[in-house]
């Protein structure tokens, strides 16, 4: 904890196919790189996604598996085909309301993969002219993230996003490729990048910790600097 302390408070939005509590697991060596700077409160997504069988018919997987919205009305979701559907995105919205409402106030959002397509739409929810709800924070930090191809979502990068920002991707990610995710950067005033040799995770190591380091201590003096 920082000598005073005073925490940036940061929502974190789980990838597809996880859940709250394992993002958080999965990110135990994330967080002791911003615990001077930052509490890191973690909520799963409210859709249910079906468990992928194995060869053998039997379902591989116990872990209770979430996601923010499907892309097909049979609950499947592929990110990188464009697609009139974004069914359970509203009941999303919702879990995540409640949960500013009721954790809140968070200084940022975090998201990862799926979740990190979730802050870009949050980022623009709240760049509305007419928007008055209380989804409202001042940094993203979206990892492996990418803009959603769900039509119901253009609106939502009408504006260009002015709150600070910083995009973490791979090099080598099979998954969300980092053309996807450098394409989410032309809709962010001014984005802060980080580019790591590693694919689809959230990475710690070498300059991944500087970075963060220097985001987060710039994002923890405009907040706590004239407190």
């Given at each position: 904890m920082d000598a005073d302390g005073?925490?940036?408070k940061i929502l974190c939005l789980h990838g597809y196919r996880q859940n709250a509590d394992l993002f958080r697991e999965?990110?135990?060596?994330?967080?002791?790189?911003?615990?001077?700077?930052?509490?890191?409160?973690?909520?799963?997504?409210?859709?249910?996604?079906?468990?992928?069988n194995s060869a053998d018919g039997k379902?591989?997987?116990s872990v209770d598996k979430r996601g923010w919205?499907?892309?097909?009305?049979d609950n499947s979701y592929r990110p990188d085909e464009p697609t009139e559907c974004c069914?359970?995105?509203?009941?999303?919205?919702?879990?995540?309301?409640?949960?500013?409402?009721?954790e809140g106030p968070?200084?940022?959002?975090?998201?990862?993969?799926?979740?990190a397509s979730m802050v870009s739409l949050l980022c623009g929810l709240q760049e509305k002219d007419n928007y008055s709800g209380p989804v409202r924070f001042n940094f993203a930090i979206i990892i492996a993230g990418f803009r959603s191809r769900s039509s119901p979502h253009n609106h939502l990068y009408e504006k260009k996003i002015k709150i600070?920002?910083?995009?973490?991707?791979?090099?080598?990610?099979?998954?969300?490729?980092?053309?996807?995710?450098?394409?989410?950067?032309?809709?962010?005033?001014?984005?802060?990048?980080?580019?790591?040799?590693?694919?689809?995770?959230?990475?710690?190591?070498?300059?991944?910790?500087?970075?963060?380091?220097?985001?987060?201590?710039?994002?923890?003096?405009?907040?706590?600097?004239?407190?």
């Open positions: 005073r925490l940036l999965k990110t135990g060596a994330f967080r002791k790189v911003l615990k001077k700077f930052s509490r890191l409160i973690y909520v799963s997504a409210p859709n249910t996604v079906p468990p992928l379902d591989s997987e919205w499907f892309s097909a009305e069914k359970g995105y509203q009941e999303s919205l919702d879990v995540i309301v409640k949960a500013f409402q009721e968070f200084d940022g959002v975090l998201g990862f993969s799926q979740g600070s920002s910083l995009h973490v991707y791979g090099a080598t990610d099979t998954v969300i490729g980092k053309e996807m995710s450098k394409e989410l950067l032309d809709y962010f005033e001014c984005p802060q990048t980080l580019e790591h040799e590693g694919g689809h995770f959230v990475p710690t190591s070498g300059d991944g910790k500087r970075i963060y380091t220097e985001f987060l201590s710039r994002e923890h003096k405009k907040r706590f600097s004239s407190s």
